[in-house]
């Protein structure tokens, strides 16, 4: 029998946070088998209290930071990890007062990395420099490790220049060498697909749980030149962001994308095939809100060309849009996370009724729901901090190659708001999914159990509405 595989979110807000209810981005991956070693994605500031704010689960044991063993990060925005130093500073440990200074600083005798970082390039250089601008030193060492895109400079790991010296190389005007606890990491570069497979072989060994991690380029944000009535122009210099495919190898072959912050993911369909995506997280950071859910007005006076020309504007997607990758990879369950801070966190009120949070939560999962037409009971789910999604195991499906896929980003037209198309996804031929019912699983269109933060009990979606005929 399969061992279970699980997501725990963090923090599900988008950079406009922290919210009452949420913080920034952070989730942790438990794909192992309960071997104790997570895998974190993102790590925002305030991260590190969020493991002590966790809510108690029945049957379920709290997430340790002492157990997170590799950190990617999907880019180098502040709001996904100014929470790494805090982090680090808590994993690898103080040294002890009375312990004697290292004989030697050298290379060589430092300890083996107890934590393995993974991002773009920059993250080598963000980390020496907090660290030794705080005055940091630590008992254990970490390793970063670049993905770097063709055109992406190598950030050396250069040795202290006075190995003997414990405190060399803290000097933070120095990018280029190791901090006094950090070894050697890889460069990875992009293959001719701008694709890195495989980036960390060790999680796929004769003595680990069979997973292979890829990952992906994807569209962020361009530098903005200006807005001409509906017209937004962005150059070809986008920020980097990075999007990871964690593939279990033998069976039942489960597939987890989670995306970082994007307007365009297509890069990424190339890794999203043979299997599909058995959970998919994509970024929501805006969406419309529909008359009837917002009677008083406060966010569904916002238009839709609007919201498409503002949220395009800044790098993100809108609920729509993620619903509509979920439908061009095929996925079978999507999540929608990095919420934007005008969406608060639903909570039940004193005499008991659903809170207007509450009900814009369904408003978002519906627009995806739409846009995602998944088979019938199926639901899009928006993240909340603490909830746990667990892994469906693969249902039936029809094999889509990934060259009949064909991804039409979302364009806004210089003639004005009246003429705004919306992000179209297609498939160059048409497909069927099984409309097998899901496994029972936390997380799926019957109910996600959720703790913590004034949400308490099983909150059930509602049926989505399905054309008939």
């Known amino acids: 029998m399969a061992h279970p595989m699980s997501v725990s979110f963090l923090g599900t807000s988008s950079g406009g946070g922290p919210t009452e209810n949420r913080n920034c981005s952070s989730l942790i991956c438990d794909f192992l088998g309960g071997n104790n070693n997570l895998w974190m994605v993102d790590c925002a500031e305030g991260t590190t209290r969020q493991f002590a704010l966790q809510p108690h689960r029945q049957n379920a044991s709290r997430l340790k930071m002492s157990q997170v063993s590799k950190l990617f990060v999907t880019h180098m925005h502040a709001d996904h990890i100014m929470g790494i130093t805090t982090f680090l500073r808590n994993i690898l440990g103080a040294p002890r007062i009375d312990s004697p200074p290292p004989p030697s600083n050298a290379i060589s ?7 393995q970082i993974y991002g773009p390039s920059g993250l080598r250089s963000f980390l020496r420099q907090n660290l030794k601008m705080t005055f940091t030193r630590c008992e254990n060492t970490y390793v970063v490790h670049e993905l770097l895109c063709k055109d992406d400079p190598v950030i050396p790991c250069n040795p202290p220049v ?4 414990p405190m060399s190389g803290s000097d933070f005007k120095d990018w280029d060498v190791l901090h006094c606890s950090e070894v050697p990491g890889r460069d990875i570069r992009a293959d001719n697909q701008g694709l890195w497979r495989d980036i960390a072989p060790d999680t796929h060994s004769r003595r680990a749980t069979q997973i292979q991690i890829h990952a992906s380029p994807i569209l962020h944000r361009g530098k903005l030149m200006h807005i001409t009535r509906a017209f937004v122009l962005l150059t070809l210099y986008p920020e980097p962001c990075i999007g990871y495919v964690f593939n279990e190898i033998s069976y039942p072959k489960r597939k987890v994308v989670i995306l970082g912050d994007t307007c365009d993911p297509s890069p990424i369909i190339p890794l999203c095939s043979n299997p599909r995506p058995s959970l998919l997280i ?9 008359p009837e859910t917002d009677d008083a007005g406060r966010l569904s006076k916002r238009q839709l ?8 504007a800044r790098g993100h997607s809108t609920t729509s849009m993620a619903g509509e990758f979920a ?3 095929n996925a079978q369950m999507l999540v929608l996370n990095h919420i934007g801070s005008r969406f608060p966190a639903p909570r039940i009120n004193d005499n008991g009724q659903i809170s207007f949070a509450r009900r814009v939560l369904e408003d978002l999962e519906r627009h995806a729901t739409d846009a995602w037409d998944p088979p019938l009971g199926h639901r899009a789910i928006v993240a909340l901090d603490f909830m746990r999604v667990q892994v469906p195991l693969p249902m039936r499906e029809t094999n889509i190659s990934t060259s009949n896929l064909v991804y039409s980003s979302t364009s806004v037209s210089a003639a004005g708001p009246s003429s705004v198309a919306i992000s179209t ?4 031929q048409s497909s069927t999914v099984e409309s097998d019912t899901l496994n029972s699983v936390s997380g799926n269109s019957r109910s996600v159990e959720v703790t913590g933060h004034g949400v308490q009990g099983v909150f059930k979606p509602t049926k989505p509405k399905r054309k008939i005929g």
Do not use: C, F, G, Q
């Open 109 to 115: 005798h430092r300890r083996a990395p107890i934590i």
């Open 162 to 165: 006075d190995e003997h010296d």
């Open 282 to 290: 994509h970024e929501a950071t805006d969406s419309t809100i529909s």
């Open 305 to 312: 060309p609007d919201v498409m020309k503002t949220t395009l």
């Open 327 to 329: 439908k061009l990879v």
């Open 425 to 428: 996804l297609s498939l160059a």
